[in-house]
């Protein structure tokens, strides 16, 4: 089954969340991604910013982006320049 990671966040620094994109680019992935703008909450407490899908075949591809090095380094980055969160989400059938 699919698995997605979410991330919203405000940008804090768009220069620094630049270089964010860069290196976070680099990791190796098979993920399908999607950026959105800004998003509209309709409830809750979340980040009116930046919306960031990826879609990958499975939960152990995910895991494996998000723990790759490439995107462990990068990861600093996107906290340095965002406030907001990341999930995963495991896909089902409907």
């Known amino acids: 089954m699919p698995a997605f990671i979410l991330f919203m966040n405000d940008i804090n620094d768009a220069d620094g969340y630049g270089a964010y994109l860069q290196v976070a680019r680099t990791a190796p992935t098979t993920a ?12 809750g407490n979340v980040p009116h910013g930046r919306v960031i899908l990826l879609e990958f075949p499975d939960r152990a591809g995910a895991e494996a982006w998000y723990n790759s090095p490439e995107y462990q380094s990068a990861i600093p980055m996107r ?10 989400i495991d896909g089902f059938p409907l």
């Open 79 to 88: 906290q340095a320049s965002t406030t907001g969160f990341g999930v995963i």
């Open 32 to 43: 399908k991604l999607r950026i959105f703008g800004d998003s509209a909450p309709l409830e």
